[in-house]
């Protein structure tokens, strides 16, 4: 396992955290998230996963390519985490290509707190760790979208009754964190609590780029979890 940590030697370092982004599916909003890239200047661009949807069968096209020259161009230090569905990337672990880190978690101090960003997939239990199936219900997902162009994820994740570990169990796993981010679920959210020792403590989805447009931005000594419209 990678982790890559970070230590601010200045706080007014900006991130920009976006997860979930499927490029190559059918309904990945992919002219949003290059009108994103493209009116957010930041100093690390975090991708949380699931950034490629390796797991089906994906096309891409011509906003695709320039999506994928936007993000190498960009001054910015990129940091992919590797999720589910790009899980093709997991041999890269601990690399960088160009501009790009992969790694399974990052970490960061950040104004005095620590921060963790993770994809998430790993607190569902069931079928999802199941690869192989996984992959062909994912592709039989991809042929029946294409053909019929009924968005199957997004009734999935209307109607699903995912198995996934409760937050205050997700939180408590990440309890040295002040500050846990992750995707996976779709769900943009944020929850803000005070523990017994009278420290603040947040958690954050980062939603998705299927059904939302959500993104997180950390600067000025602020998280804010935002709609990009």
Not at 22 to 33: A, D, N, P, R, W
Not at 114 to 137: A, S
Request: charge should be neutral.
């Amino acid at each position: 396992m990678i982790i890559l940590n970070i230590v601010d030697e200045k706080e007014d370092i900006v991130r920009l955290i976006i997860s979930d982004l499927h490029l190559g599916s059918l309904y990945s909003k992919e002219e949003k998230i290059y009108d994103l890239l493209r009116s957010i200047e930041c100093d690390e661009l975090i991708l949380a996963g699931d950034v490629i949807d390796f797991i089906k069968v994906p096309k891409f096209t011509q906003k695709t390519a320039e999506l994928f020259n936007l993000i190498k161009s960009l001054n910015s230090k990129v940091i992919y985490i590797v999720g589910n569905h790009d899980f093709v990337f997991r041999s890269f672990i601990g690399m960088t290509v160009d501009n790009i880190v992969f790694v399974d978690k990052y970490e960061f101090e950040y104004d005095g707190r620590k921060f963790r960003v993770e994809h998430g997939d790993k607190y569902e239990e069931g079928i999802i760790h199941w690869r192989y199936f996984m992959n062909f219900m994912s592709i039989l997902q991809d042929f029946i979208e294409r053909i019929f162009r009924y968005n199957l994820a997004e009734l999935y994740v209307r109607l699903k009754n995912r198995k996934l570990k409760k937050i205050w169990d997700i939180v408590k796993w990440n309890n040295d964190a002040d500050v846990f981010i992750m995707g996976h679920t779709h769900k943009p959210e944020v929850l803000i609590w005070v523990d017994k020792d009278e420290n603040i403590k947040t958690y954050v989805n980062t939603g998705d780029w299927i059904q939302h447009s959500a993104y997180v931005i950390i600067k000025d000594r602020k998280l804010r979890l935002k709609n990009f419209s």
